[in-house]
């Protein structure tokens, strides 16, 4: 094998906030890393989209804060001005946990995170495998990657299949906690409107049956200088059309969100997010795949380990890093 074209001491696979929190935390302790993803942007689920003049929040829409290090992690951010409070109520629904957006969109966070970090985006990791001292990764551009240890962010399923390229096998006991992780998808659409949107103030909408499972209107949240609105199917919905045409789809879910709308849609997109939140998660913050192994060190992270919500995806990467350090 010719010489890897990078050799940091950890390969991270995946650039949203697992991927992204775990990279920090490894870099103030000393490590060399490089971030490896398959998208353009950064974020993972914290996903940002133009269309013309209008601007869409399209993957997750806000977060919350519970656990005091994320509490204070997320006042830095506003402190930073990537984040701001949007709101903690909507119409119908009982006073509950501050929602905090990206500034100007949930993109920003990550953006912002990814200061300072080796990252190659737009680059495909086809194959992983392992030697005594540590793990060569294949990558689609021809380049590959050596690395003492490798925390890999992706959704389970896709991890699964990253493992078979080199034929890693772990242990029956982490392969079953693997395969017992189960995701919803989310159909998303993003339209935007020749007027303002009949939606109420905070310009956000949940709603617990029909095709639909949430409606915001980015101009009412600061997002988009234009009225834009992004729909998220309900999950049923989703399960059901999600390898439909889009078109198809996407008429569909206007169709159904036209109550809220008071206005033409001028102008739409389609996202699909197969993996869009876990449902049946892993108990545990994050796994260390390669314990009681002959493997290097290989650390599973992600919010299908510490929650469904962007506060789990940092506390798994933190987690991650911790027991990389420990190894």
């Given at each position: 094998?010719?010489?890897?074209?990078?050799?940091?001491?950890?390969?991270?696979?995946?650039?949203?906030?697992?991927?992204?929190?775990?990279?920090?935390?490894?870099?103030?302790?000393?490590?060399?890393?490089?971030?490896?993803?398959?998208?353009?942007?950064?974020?993972?689920?914290?996903?940002?989209?133009?269309?013309?003049?209008?601007?869409?929040?399209?993957?997750?829409?806000?977060?919350?804060?519970?656990?005091?290090?994320?509490?204070?992690?997320?006042?830095?951010?506003?402190?930073?001005?990537?984040?701001?409070?949007?709101?903690?109520?909507?119409?119908?629904?009982?006073?509950s946990?501050?929602?905090?957006?990206?500034?100007?969109?949930?993109?920003?966070?990550?953006?912002?995170?990814a200061?300072?970090?080796?990252i190659?985006?737009?680059?495909?990791?086809?194959?992983?495998?392992?030697?005594?001292?540590?793990?060569?990764?294949?990558l689609?551009n021809g380049a590959?990657?050596?690395?003492?240890?490798?925390?890999?962010?992706?959704?389970?399923p896709?991890?699964?299949?990253?493992?078979?390229?080199?034929?890693?096998?772990?242990?029956?006991?982490?392969?079953?906690?693997?395969?017992?992780i189960?995701?919803?998808?989310?159909?998303a659409?993003?339209?935007?409107?020749?007027?303002p949107?009949?939606?109420?103030?905070?310009g956000?909408?949940?709603l617990?049956?029909?095709?639909?499972?949430?409606?915001?209107?980015?101009?009412?949240?600061?997002?988009?200088?234009?009225?834009?609105?992004?729909?998220?199917?309900?999950?049923a919905?989703?399960?059901?059309?999600?390898?439909?045409?889009?078109?198809?789809?996407?008429?569909?879910?206007?169709?159904?969100?036209?109550?809220?709308?008071?206005?033409?849609v001028?102008?739409?997109?389609?996202?699909?997010?197969?993996?869009?939140?876990?449902?049946?998660?892993?108990?545990h913050?994050?796994?260390?795949?390669?314990?009681?192994?002959?493997?290097?060190?290989?650390?599973?992270?992600?919010?299908?380990?510490?929650?469904?919500r962007?506060?789990?995806?940092?506390l798994?990467?933190?987690?991650?890093a911790?027991?990389?350090?420990?190894?």
């Amino acid at each position: 094998m010719t010489s890897p074209s990078y050799n940091p001491d950890v390969l991270i696979i995946g650039a949203g906030l697992a991927g992204l929190s775990a990279a920090n935390e490894l870099q103030l302790a000393g490590y060399r890393v490089l971030v490896v993803d398959k998208g353009r942007g950064l974020g993972g689920r914290l996903a940002g989209r133009r269309i013309g003049g209008a601007t869409f929040d399209h993957g997750a829409q806000f977060m919350t804060t519970r656990q005091p290090r994320f509490v204070e992690q997320v006042n830095k951010w506003v402190d930073a001005g990537v984040a701001e409070p949007w709101y903690s109520s909507v119409t119908g629904q009982p006073n509950s946990h501050v929602r905090y957006r990206g500034v100007p969109t949930m993109t920003a966070i990550a953006k912002y995170m990814a200061q300072g970090i080796d990252i190659l985006r737009a680059t495909r990791v086809t194959a992983i495998g392992h030697e005594d001292n540590g793990w060569i990764a294949i990558l689609d551009n021809g380049a590959s990657v050596s690395a003492d240890s490798m925390i890999i962010t992706s959704p389970a399923p896709q991890t699964i299949e990253l493992l078979a390229t080199g034929n890693t096998q772990l242990p029956n006991d982490k392969c079953a906690r693997l395969n017992r992780i189960v995701y919803e998808s989310c159909i998303a659409v993003m339209a935007i409107l020749d007027g303002p949107s009949n939606i109420s103030s905070p310009g956000a909408l949940m709603l617990d049956v029909g095709p639909i499972a949430w409606i915001s209107d980015n101009q009412q949240k600061g997002v988009s200088s234009l009225p834009a609105i992004t729909i998220h199917g309900s999950a049923a919905f989703s399960a059901k059309y999600l390898d439909y045409d889009r078109n198809l789809v996407a008429k569909k879910l206007i169709a159904a969100a036209k109550p809220y709308l008071g206005a033409n849609v001028l102008e739409f997109q389609v996202h699909r997010w197969r993996y869009s939140k876990p449902i049946v998660m892993d108990e545990h913050s994050c796994m260390l795949a390669s314990e009681h192994t002959s493997l290097p060190p290989l650390i599973f992270a992600g919010d299908a380990f510490a929650g469904p919500r962007v506060e789990g995806a940092v506390l798994s990467g933190w987690a991650a890093a911790e027991a990389l350090i420990n190894c």
